[in-house]
T-cell receptor, first 114, second 115 residues
Framework: AQSVTQPDIHITVSEGASLELRCNYS??????LFWYVQSPGQGLQLLLK??????LVQGIKGFEAEFKRSQSSFNLRKPSVHWSDAAEYFC????????????FGQGTELSVKP | GAGVSQTPSNKVTEKGKYVELRCDPI?????LYWYRQSLGQGPEFLIY????????DSGLPNDRFFAVRPEGSVSTLKIQRTERGDSAVYLC?????????????FGSGTRLTVV
């Protein structure tokens, strides 16, 4: 069955430091992969997505993610974190053989230290 | 509309009552999805509409949950005999196509609290 695993429930980084959030997926074909961010009380905002082509994907707010088929991973990175990046981050895979429903990971909560 | 609108934003109901949650998708979006997000968890799929029909309702937890989209635009998620375990944020998303290739737009959700 398709699944998404985010191994880190909570990560704390200092402002200005680099960030990497891990995501591993299980899917039988080439996946459609997404990263979303959710601030408290807010809906989900798309950061970036991968469908095909270049495995390094650029997104909004300075985020990028790299698709590695051999590792079944789609890790999210940012070279320098800002205090406003503190939020919950979700990785998801679209099951496009099942109408495109999204399967989400459990999320990683990011805290940013001054 | 410009975005996906969900109403109400908050709903408090007593155990055993019936509730309706509304989703107004982006105009012209044929695909509509409902998800449920419990505290500390990622969203979980409930049901998917393509046009007026429910193409996949495999995520509905039991027969107390039902959803409709009679005219292929607005959708209503209905929960009968609510239980405290139904407390969650219910998210709606719409898409201009199928399979995710055109991406999704999410609403801000309805926070349901069953007391």
């Amino acid at each position: 069955a398709q699944s998404v695993t985010q191994p880190d429930i909570h990560i704390t980084v200092s402002e200005g430091a680099s960030l990497e959030l891990r995501c591993n997926y299980s899917y039988g074909a080439t996946p459609y992969l997404f990263w979303y961010v959710q601030s408290p009380g807010q809906g989900l905002q798309l950061l970036l997505k991968y469908f095909s082509g270049d495995t390094l994907v650029q997104g909004i707010k300075g985020f990028e993610a790299e698709f590695k088929r051999s590792q079944s991973s789609f890790n999210l990175r940012k070279p320098s974190v800002h205090w406003s990046d503190a939020a919950e981050y979700f990785c998801a895979v679209a099951d496009y053989n099942q109408g495109g429903k999204l399967i989400f990971g459990q999320g990683t909560e990011l805290s940013v230290k001054p | 509309g410009a975005g996906v609108s969900q109403t109400p934003s908050n709903k408090v109901t007593e155990k055993g009552k019936y509730v309706e949650l509304r989703c107004d998708p982006i105009s012209g979006h044929t695909a509509l999805y409902w998800y449920r997000q419990s505290l500390g968890q990622g969203p979980e799929f409930l049901i998917y509409f393509q046009g007026t029909g429910a193409a996949d309702d495999s995520g509905l937890p039991n027969d107390r949950f039902f959803a409709v989209r009679p005219e292929g635009s607005v959708s209503t998620l209905k929960i009968q005999r609510t239980e405290r375990g139904d407390s969650a944020v219910y998210l709606c998303a719409s898409s201009g196509g199928t399979g995710g290739i055109r991406g999704y737009t999410f609403g801000s959700g309805t926070r349901l609290t069953v007391v």
